[in-house]
């Protein structure tokens, strides 16, 4: 018994350290600051710049398939992503897996989505904002400022967050 304990506290010691080291060495990207560029791939292969994107407002969305919270807010995105297709707006769901250009077609194929996901399996974009928990999103405004910063899984459809999202593309 004593050492089942102490291979299960050296486990979880073990486990917060491999976090802490792989946690990213930037400071995380709060509202008010100016959104780091980046460019990555999308998954039919074009490049994405998100400063390309000025004068719209862009949702980044940090997400992984292995991660229950963000699948649990996909469906929302997507219905936000229809709603929002008329407005200066944008969404890019950044997919943060090494492996995820072999995983996200296949997590595609079980669950189509039609919103722009793209591919940082070398983790550029995700250390640049700093982003350690799934799902992380920046709402970034017309001018590429961060607007907001939401840690944890959000119902992007409802109506309340609709109209936050309306009101800033019409601004």
Request: hydrophobic residues 40%; charged residues 20%; glycine residues 8%.
């Given at each position: 018994?004593?050492?089942?304990?102490?291979?299960?506290?050296?486990?979880?010691?073990?486990?917060?350290?491999?976090?802490?080291a792989?946690?990213?060495s930037t400071?995380?990207?709060?509202a008010g600051?100016?959104?780091?560029?980046?460019?990555?791939?999308?998954?039919?292969?074009?490049?994405?710049?998100?400063?390309?994107?000025?004068?719209?407002?862009?949702?980044?969305?940090?997400?992984?398939?292995?991660c229950?919270?963000?699948?649990?807010?996909?469906?929302?995105?997507?219905?936000?992503?229809?709603?929002?297709?008329?407005e200066?707006?944008v969404?890019?769901a950044i997919?943060?897996?090494?492996n995820?250009?072999?995983?996200?077609?296949?997590?595609?194929?079980?669950?189509p989505?039609?919103?722009?996901?793209?591919?940082?399996?070398?983790?550029?974009?995700?250390?640049?904002y700093?982003?350690?928990?799934?799902?992380e999103?920046?709402?970034?405004g017309k001018?590429?400022?961060?607007?907001?910063?939401?840690?944890g899984p959000?119902d992007?459809?409802?109506?309340?967050?609709v109209?936050?999202l309306?009101?800033?593309?019409?601004?």
């Amino acid at each position: 018994m004593r050492n089942l304990l102490l291979i299960v506290i050296l486990a979880v010691i073990g486990g917060g350290a491999y976090i802490y080291a792989n946690m990213p060495s930037t400071t995380a990207v709060v509202a008010g600051d100016v959104a780091p560029d980046f460019t990555l791939q999308d998954t039919k292969g074009n490049k994405v710049t998100l400063s390309s994107l000025r004068g719209k407002v862009v949702l980044v969305n940090f997400w992984a398939t292995w991660c229950p919270p963000c699948i649990e807010e996909m469906p929302s995105m997507e219905r936000l992503h229809k709603y929002m297709a008329e407005e200066d707006f944008v969404m890019l769901a950044i997919n943060t897996e090494q492996n995820g250009r072999t995983v996200v077609p296949e997590f595609l194929k079980k669950s189509p989505y039609t919103f722009p996901i793209l591919y940082d399996d070398k983790s550029v974009a995700q250390q640049q904002y700093g982003v350690y928990k799934f799902p992380e999103s920046f709402i970034v405004g017309k001018d590429g400022t961060v607007v907001e910063k939401i840690i944890g899984p959000l119902d992007w459809s409802s109506s309340k967050t609709v109209a936050y999202l309306k009101s800033l593309a019409k601004g």
